[in-house]
């Protein structure tokens, strides 16, 4: 077995034990490999292990690596996206992780009009405030569902957050709880189904599991350092 073969087999493992542990079917959580800066052989590998969705940060190199590869796989954007790449992003993504503003959202909506899509988008929320960080503010996350919602080529499936780093993942808990506590607030208030919770990476994914993800965006653990 291929050392990333070896890894994705330890990661779906863990992921299956905090299933169990959280009493959760496994069925209703997704690896999103995080492929960032790995080369086409690697990704391949991955592949070839069983591995059908991933996930990365950067539209060139990602439209490299979709022309090389194809659609026999599945791919996210899962790091922030500038207004002017909005079009790129809606041609080469099958759901976008982290919008935080109505400009693009808009920018998003208009690009799927253009390319005959609904577009499938998550909110990222930035819960601690950190400057170095995207997303929209808690406090402001319940405008920008709502602005999104009205958007008729954008379909809002849930929320993404990437909490502050913590040596200990188990610090890293209380935010994904929130993220949950918040998707279930905006379901109430929108009527909207919001069933995607994207959280959780190669240092906290069980942690971010337990805690309801439904998305877990794991990089390093599969591939190896950046
Ligand atoms: C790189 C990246 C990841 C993966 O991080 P690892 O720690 O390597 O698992 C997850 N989410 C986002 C948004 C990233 O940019």
């Known amino acids: 077995m291929s050392a990333i073969a070896q890894n994705l087999a330890e990661v779906r493992a863990a992921m299956a034990a905090a299933c169990r542990r959280a009493g959760r079917d496994p069925g209703r959580v997704r690896l999103v490999a995080v492929s960032k800066t790995v080369d ?24 490299d690596k979709i022309a090389a590869l194809g659609r026999q796989v599945s791919w996210h954007l899962v790091g922030s996206l500038q207004t002017k790449k909005a079009k790129a992003a809606v041609e080469l993504f099958d759901l976008i992780h982290a ?6 959202a808009q920018a998003l909506d208009a690009a799927a009009v253009g390319l005959g899509k609904v577009q499938d988008v998550l909110i ?8 170095t960080k995207s997303g929209v503010a808690p406090a402001a996350a319940p405008e920008l569902v709502q602005q999104i919602a009205r958007l008729p080529h954008l379909r809002l499936l849930g929320l993404m957050t ?57 990089g390093t653990a599969i591939f190896g350092r950046r």
């Not at 070839?48 to 996930?55: I, K, T």
């Not at 919008?99 to 693009?104: G, Q, S």
């Open 40 to 63: 086409l052989d690697r990704i391949k590998e991955a592949i070839d292990a069983g591995q059908d969705l991933f996930g990365e940060n950067y539209l060139q190199e990602a439209r």
């Open 99 to 104: 919008v935080d503003r109505f400009k693009l």
């Open 124 to 131: 990222q929320v930035n819960q601690a405030g950190e400057d």
């Open 162 to 218: 990437m909490p502050p780093w913590f040596p200990d993942p188990e610090e890293a808990r209380p935010y994904f709880l929130a993220l949950r506590e918040l998707r279930d607030r905006l379901r109430t208030l929108t009527g909207l189904p919001l069933t995607e919770l994207s959280m959780g990476m190669s240092g906290d994914f069980e942690v971010a599991i337990e805690a309801g993800a439904t998305l877990v965006r794991v």
